[in-house]
Structures are given as structure tokens and as C-alpha cells.
């Protein structure tokens, strides 16, 4: 369309000042051609087969022609202009005066502006045949840019037109033709004159097959605020087009995944859905747009459920990005799949190599290119959620989320690739990126959400992952960098099963600064596994028990750096544990690096009901020899145990190894409440002993009282509960001084005197070295 044209509205107000009807017959026929009206051409004026009647019973002037060519032309020499959207009827009336009976059609030569024709236009619209002498007969057509029903003449890409009429047939006749009228019938084809623009007006075929990108940007143009209409059809747009304008589309949009169609105005999933007539497809063209588009920060999915056929792999839906680094939302919605083989995950096995010297890397694997990025993976020596984060084809090496524990040498390894409702993975880095108010319906079918491998700050918030059938959220790299988590719901599709038979996890997390608050987790085999540090996990209910009477527990949140620095307050952990392990450790025995360490638990609820009496609350699991805990506090927690007692809520797993107590440091157990717990433990520990016959060295057994058994190394405190005596009675006001870590089992204490004595004393012991 050609800039002259472009604001020119599709109304009445497009006529404006613009003159379509041509001049009477009675101003003179020099301005009516008997050629195709161009200049040059002969007029009536100088021809002898026209001649004006000034007088006719029917016309009030007319022009008489003699019909001396097998086509005989009446063609207006003003240029009359054709406008995108404006459509023009041109009528003539013709009467037969004798001789031989013409047919009679409207007819006109298409220009461009500079002059030159227009080629593949119709030149005329449809005949008439004049069958009596005298009878006035009226022939019309319509003329316009938009290929629509009642247009006769289709002319796209013409400037202006030369119009008239053609009496066609045997020669020798005369005919009269009444003056010519031009008018602009646009109303006819609008059905708000004052608010659309139809994309058929600027050329768009809707016919599935050729490319009406330039008339949808052409039509966008000249809209200038008003509302862009899409008619029935099938619209193809073979490259990217960008709508300022509002888009109301009762058509289909067809595109291919390379090219954007972005909606300036009105952006939503609605519009996308009105646009593309397919949930899915709908989805992807509104997201491509979302990340294509400074203006929009957000993607409304207006409230609805967009069934997905498949896992949305969420990179392909613009091929030409890799790399994401802008805050963008998609919120309030709805996903769910619909079920079919696209959801079973991939499983290949084969064969690899690992050495702890290069702990991120599988190499020599066997038919990597069967691989995906993504997968789980299992084998001996690895540890739990650990993935594929990245393959290199051409070396044959794997790059993984976590370090192996105990895999050195080569082994079959098995790789599970589980599908997401929305995977990111296909990026290289995504940052800053939301999900808000959002329903994952797995349904058993689907997992719910995978990260790109790397990336900052991915942010879920007011989303229910309900009932994802492997796990809700993964992360198979370090995409999970600054990633927050706040008012979540997962709910567990295994919620009938018992504790050992639950495969699903709510999600894993391998990099640092994690903020998991205010979420509800709902009977999982695991609510999260965490291989990060800096994690902060407060104001969390999670519960993973089943209906089994004495059933058996797992850890709810799983941590497994061995130094994480880390806080968990004001959570509610129900029947299940917080297990602590450094299984993500390639050499998982102590070095140079931290022991177990910098975690703070402060003010949580734990409870359990109907479990054996020997089910805990925290386990510390070290997976190689020489650990110590250096730099724990659990603090102000409330323990307690329903429908039965355990033993206590601390213990060392010790199936790889156990710690070495002798060098505990910094360790804070206190402030704590114990329901139903038999054997209730704190650091310091105060305790009583009664010597009731007199020593000289007081044996005094902990028992159980310090956490995790461990050692009883120092007497901070020693007070006399009444008289200390010797064995003739006198009190005895001497200060003994104690030894710690006495005993076969270090358990145990010695409180020594200058001379033998009896009584009962209060003290207080420690198992750490404090700092």
C-alpha cells in the first residue's frame, strides 16, 4: 500500500473531500473517451459515433452512441481514486434505440500512480443483454480492494481507475446511456463504520495458503486506534507481524513457529486463543510474543485451562533464543495434559565413565546422542536428584547437576527423562522469570515444571502443582540460582499409597540462595531435595505420612551439603524428617573442606503419629568417614510424637559411616519441647546424679541426654542439690573438678573430690567444644 494512502480510515470519512462522481454529459464529452479512457485517447467530442441528447423522455440528458466496434467504450478520463477499504458502484443506465441489441457492462482500466497499467486486474464486471428497444436497464458493479462477497471487480494494488461502461455484441445499434454514477458503498461491507478495519480491504485472501503478512501490517497501519478485523478464513502470515491496534479475530491465524505475531493492545491468552482457535498453540504464540515485546511484562491466561497434548517445550516456542534474561509473568491460569504416550518418560541405559578428579563429568558414554538434557540420573554411587545438565555429542561427555558419591571407574548408568507440562530446558540461561497464580494439574499424567540448566532468580508464587506424576518442580543445573518459592501448594498424586511405595518429589533445588516460604507440600516420597547453600525454608507445612499403622518415614527435605548455611523457622514438619547428608560429594570424606555444619533450626513444629518408636525428626547421614558437626543449633522447636512414643527425635544413619564426636564444635540443642518422646536430649545438658555411698571419683552416665549419643566432653557446671559429706558426716565445701568423655562409649563423666564423699549434685554437661 502506498504511503500516500497510509492513515486513511476504513469509513465514510475516508471520502472526505475526495470527488468520485464523474462530470454529466451535459458539461461536455470531451472528457469521455470511446478508448480506455487514458490521455490520449479519443473522446466523443471529435469522434462521429457519440453525440449528447439533450432531451429524452427517460434520461434528462444522455449520450447517443452508434455502435460501430464488436466493443464499444464509454470511459470517464478523470482519474477516480481506489482507496484501501473504500468501496466504490459504479451504475449506468442504458436504453436500446435500434439495430442490433448490445450487451452492456461496467468496465474500467486500472492505474498506478506515474501512470502505468496494472496488469491481472478484471477489466469489467458482469454483462447485461439488452432484449427490447426503449427499456431502460440498469447495469452496476462494485469495485474494491478486499477480496469480499459482492465485489466485481478485485483491485488490489490499483491507484485510481478510468470508468464506464462497454456495449459489447454486433455492430450498427444505437444505445443511449444516462449519466454514469461512481459512489462509495463501503457501508455496505462494514458493520461499524466508526471502529474496524478489515485486513480483506488491504488484500488478505484467508485462504490458508498465501502470505497476508503485508496486509495485516498494511490494515494495522491505517487503523490509527481502532479495532483490526480478522474475517472468516485462514490467514497465513509468513513472517513476523507486530498489531499496534486492536485485533478481533473471527478468523484463524496460521504461523510458523519462527515467526512472531505480537499484539500490541488487548495482550493476553484470550486474544491469542481468538487469534490461533488452539489452546496450545495459542499458548506458545502468546509467550513468543511475551518475551519478543518490552511493553508487556506479563501474560494473563485470563482464568482458563489450557490442555496441553504435550510437554510445551517452552525455548522451541522462539527457536531464535537461548538465552532470557528480563523479568517476565505468566499468571492466572490453568495447565493440564491431555493424556497420551507424548507424557511416558524416556528411559535409556548405557554405559559411561566417572572419576572424582573432573566430579561434574559422565565420559566415553555409550549412544549419547540418545540422551536428553534433563534426565535423571541412577546408577551406583549416585546420589538422589542428581541430572543431565548438559551433553556434548561430539566428546561423548555428560555434564551433570552434582557430583557422584561413589561411581569411579565405568558403569551402566540409567537416565530417566520425565516431561513437564513446561520445560525450560531448552535454554541456556533463563533469569527472572515468574510463575504467578498458576494451576499444574499433572493429574498423574505430568510433571509439572522444569528450569532452564542455568539462570537467577526463577520465581513461583500462589501456584498449586497438583498431583504431578514424578516431580513438580526440577531443576537440572543451576537455574535455580536466587530461586524463590512463596505460597505454593503440592499435592501429591500418591496420596493413597504408603510412605515406601511414594516415587514422586515436590522438587529439587542444586544452587544457592533458595527462599522456600509459606507453601503446604502434601504426600510426597519427598517434599525437596536441596544441594544448594543459603537456603532459607520458613512458615512450610509439610506432610508425607500415609494410613499405615507403625509405617515407615522418609526425610521430607533432604539437604545434602554437608555445610549448607542454611535456616529453617517456623515450619510445621509432619511425620517425616529432615535429613542432612553430603551424598552430592564426590569424595564424601572429610578434607579440607567444612563438616557438617552452619544449619540453623529454630522454631518448628514437628509432629508424628502412628510410627515405630525408633522414627526421628533429623538424621544426619554421612556418606564417607571423618565428619563432625561443626556448627549446628536446634532451637525452640516443639517435638511430639501422637498415637505413640519414639525413642527421640535426633540420629546418626550410619549405612556409609558414622561422625566422629570427639571433635564436635558449636553445637546448640536447646529451648526444645518433647511430647511423647522418651528419651529427650539437649546440648548443654543438665542432669542430676546421687552418690549414695562416698568416693573419691563420682561415675556419672549421661545416658541419652546429649544429642545424636555424643560425647559427654565437658562439666561446665557442678551444684551441690544439699549437703556434700564424708563418711562421719561432715560436710564436706571442697570444689571437685571434673573429667570429660569417660567410659567405654565416652558417655560418661568423672567428678573428682580431695577426699571421699557422698550427695547428689546438678551439672551441666556438654558434648562440643564450644567456639
Known sequence: MHAAREGIFMNKA??????FQPLPFSAGLGVWSSGDGTPGSDTYAISGSGVFVAADADFAGCLEVLKVDPTARVRYMGETPIIAGCYLRVTAKVKAISGPLPAVRVSGWAGQAGGAPVAGLPA??????????????????????????????????????????????????????DDIQIEDVSSVFTRDLLSLVDVRDFGAKGDGVTDDSAAFETADAVANGRTVMVPAGDYRLADNVTMENHVKCEGRIVQDAQYRFILQRGYNFDAYLGAFKDEETAFKKAY???????????????????????????????????????????????????????????VVTSQASYSAADELTLTDVVDIATIPVGALVEGNGVGREVYVRSINVTDRTITLSAPLFDAEGSQNFTFTRYKYLLDFSGYEKLSQFVLDDIEFQGSGIASGIMLAPAGLTFHLRDCFINKPKDRGLTSPGRGCQGMMLDRCQFISAEQPLPVSQRVSIGF?????????????VNRFK????????????????????????????KGGVILTSPNPKSIFTGNYCDNNFIEWTNEHSSDPSLGAQFSFGGLTITGNIFLTSDVASWANFIVIKPYGPGHYINGFAVVGNVFRSSNGQIDRVERVDTTFADLDYGRTRGLEFRGNTFHNVH??????????????TEALTWVMETGTALPFDGHAKFVDTVMPDGAISNSVGTRIHEMPWAEGSQGADNRSVHLNWGTAVKGSVRYQVRMDTPY
Open 14 to 19: 475516508i471520502t472526505d473531500g475526495i470527488v
Open 124 to 177: 469489467f464486471g458482469p454483462a447485461t443483454q439488452l432484449t427490447n428497444y426503449g427499456q431502460v436497464v440498469e447495469v452496476s458493479a462494485i469495485i474494491g480492494t478486499g477480496d469480499r462477497t459482492g465485489v466485481d471487480m478485485l483491485w488490489s494494488g490499483a491507484d485510481y481507475g478510468h470508468f464506464g461502461i462497454d456495449l459489447t455484441g454486433l455492430t450498427g445499434g444505437v444505445v443511449r446511456v
Open 288 to 346: 513468543q510474543a511475551l518475551i519478543n515485546f518490552a511493553d508487556h511484562e506479563s501474560l494473563d491466561l485470563c482464568g482458563r485451562r489450557v490442555s496441553l497434548s504435550e510437554p510445551v517445550n517452552m525455548q522451541a516456542c522462539d527457536p531464535s533464543r537461548t538465552v532470557y534474561a528480563t523479568r517476565r509473568v505468566i499468571r492466572n491460569g490453568q495447565f493440564e495434559p491431555v493424556d497420551g504416550v507424548a507424557w511416558d518418560a524416556d
Open 508 to 520: 529439587n533445588a542444586n544452587a544457592n540462595d533458595v527462599k522456600i516460604r509459606d507453601n503446604r
Open 526 to 553: 519427598h517434599f525437596c531435595v536441596l544441594g544448594g547453600s543459603g537456603t532459607l525454608i520458613t512458615g512450610n507445612h509439610w506432610f508425607h505420612g500415609d494410613n499405615e499403622t507403625l509405617g515407615v518415614r
Open 679 to 692: 528419651e529427650p536430649v539437649s546440648n548443654p545438658a543438665t542432669l542430676d546424679h546421687d552418690q549414695a
